[in-house]
């Protein structure tokens, strides 16, 4: 006794993968662009400065590290 799959089985089982590797992608972008903040800010923060970052969605638009110097005052 075969237990064949019907359309809505199908279409359901579809969506879901579909769904389910869509989430992976999202997920391992926003992971390594956390990473990619995370080893900048950093660096910067090793240095002695301070990190202004500006992202748009996953994407670095810009990246400074400050330095305060108090001859600036």
Same mark, same amino acid.
């Given at each position: 006794?075969?237990?064949?799959?019907?359309?809505?089985?199908?279409?359901?089982?579809? @969506?879901?993968? %579909?769904?389910?590797?869509?989430?992976? $992608?999202?997920?391992?972008?926003?992971? /390594?662009?956390?990473?990619?903040?995370?080893?900048?800010?950093?660096?910067?923060?090793?240095?002695?400065? @301070?990190?202004? %970052?500006?992202?748009?969605?996953?994407? $670095?638009?810009?990246?400074?590290?400050? /330095?305060?110097?108090?001859?600036?005052?």
């Amino acid at each position: 006794m075969k237990n064949k799959l019907n359309a809505w089985q199908k279409l359901f089982l579809l @969506f879901a993968g %579909v769904l389910l590797i869509s989430s992976a $992608v999202f997920l391992t972008q926003s992971y /390594f662009s956390y990473q990619q903040v995370k080893t900048s800010s950093d660096q910067c923060y090793d240095q002695g400065g @301070f990190p202004k %970052v500006v992202k748009s969605g996953f994407e $670095v638009k810009v990246f400074e590290c400050n /330095f305060y110097n108090e001859a600036d005052e």
